[in-house]
């Protein structure tokens, strides 16, 4: 099966720092998501970007396809920031199956 | 926005019983939802595919009769563990998509422990 590995698996960083994740996949995919898990659990989409680049305040991602990766860039962290990070790419088999497989996650750890 | 709930967000059970976790689409129309299991400090791993008015499909390692999915309509798919161990306790979350342009939403998630 494909195989999304992400980097790094944890991040320590100051508040008010810029970090760069990345998230690449080993075979075409259909989709890509991003996004956070909070400390109860709860994943927030972040991202959809099958392909280019998107930005949403301090947070964008670039997905290049064609080399099968995708960054999320955080701009200014803040405390609020901390968290899990995954990219998930979304895949349909050739049974016609649908799959959303998942990296293995970087954890942000921001510092005040 | 496409809204996932899903229910009860926590539940501690004896071992031997069983437990449903209900996981609805608030505001869209869901033919295909999926269940995800994690372990602590690990990535969500697909547990199986649940397709409304057919069987479900489960992922290589999963026992279906151990975690069985009903998806009786096109918002309600539900996952229950049956004759629950200590080795089930986990977070299960659920997730579905409004339509094919656009992502996956996931619920809230269910935190079990089983005693």
């Known amino acids: 099966g494909i195989q999304v590995e992400q980097s790094p698996p944890d991040l320590i960083l100051q508040e008010g720092a810029n970090s760069t994740l990345r998230c690449n996949f080993s075979d075409s995919v259909n989709n890509l998501q991003w996004f956070h898990q909070n400390p109860w659990g709860q994943l927030i989409n972040l991202f959809y970007i099958p392909s280019g680049t998107k930005q949403n305040g301090r947070l964008s991602a670039t997905t290049v396809a064609t080399e099968r990766y995708s960054l999320l860039y955080i701009s200014s962290s803040q405390t609020t920031d901390s968290g899990v990070y995954f990219c998930a790419v979304f895949r349909v088999e050739i049974q016609g199956a649908q799959k959303l497989v998942f990296g293995q996650g970087t954890r942000l750890t921001i510092n005040p | 926005g496409a809204v996932v709930s899903q229910h009860p967000s926590r539940v501690i059970c004896k071992s031997g019983t069983s437990v449903k976790i209900e996981c609805r689409s608030l505001d869209f129309q869901a033919t295909t939802m999926f269940w995800y299991r994690q372990f602590p400090k690990q990535s969500l791993m697909l547990m199986a595919t649940?397709?409304?008015?057919?069987?479900?499909?489960?992922e290589q390692g999963v026992e279906k009769d151990k975690f069985l999915i009903n998806h009786a309509s096109l918002t309600l798919s539900t996952l229950t563990v049956t004759s629950a161990h200590p080795e089930d306790s986990s977070f299960y979350i659920c997730?579905?998509?409004?339509?094919?342009?656009?992502?996956?939403?996931f619920g809230s998630g269910t935190r079990l422990t089983v005693v």
């Open positions: 997730s579905a998509r409004e339509s094919a342009f656009r992502g996956y939403t």
């Open positions: 649940s397709n409304e008015g057919s069987k479900a499909t489960y």
